[in-house]
């Protein structure tokens, strides 16, 4: 039904002036690159990760230090680094109350990543966090949630439609994916029309989502 397809995600890095101007065009960069390496449902969280820990360095070392965010992939997880001069100021994960600022920022952080830490380097400090993705190799592909849901629909079809088909098979074969589609659809415009709906209507509305959503998607995809 699908190919599996190989992603390179290349580390990047990127040196910036912690000032809270930054901050804006980091997640900026880091939507991007999310975007090119097929992991954008991933960028609200990455987001708030590198807002978070730019923010820090601002409160906590100052503003104009410069620092470095770099990101890559550690395994199957996103790793996202703020590099910073200052090893004396060390990031804690505070029980900071909704009420207070102070100290919420790693909560959040540790909210929302699988894993933080901090590494002391001589000559610079490392605030890390990585996130969990749903990739089973670091250049695996991802697909889209709108064909994860179509196979297992399609599969589930196929074998009411076939009684010895297995439900429970990872993958159809392309020619029976093929012919399990056009009965699905054919089987879908009977019930419009049973139901009072303008079949030829309900395609031109589905064709159009499609256009839309497939001019939407980042490329290679």
Known sequence: MSQEACVRRTPWDIAFTAEPAEVAALRRILRLHLGAWGLQYLV????????ELVSNVITHVGPGT???LAVSMRGTHLRIEVHDPDTRALPTLCDASMESEEGRGMALVDAVADRW????CPDRKVTWCELTTRLTTADGHVEPLSLMRAEALLRHYAAAAEPGHRAEASRLTSTVAEETVIAAITDLLHWFRAHGRDAED?????QMRFEAEYAAQPQGW
């Open 117 to 120: 830490g901090v590494l002391l």
């Open 44 to 51: 609200d969280e990455a987001q708030l990760c590198v807002s």
């Open 66 to 68: 410069p620092a470095t």
């Open 202 to 206: 309900m395609l031109d509305r589905a």
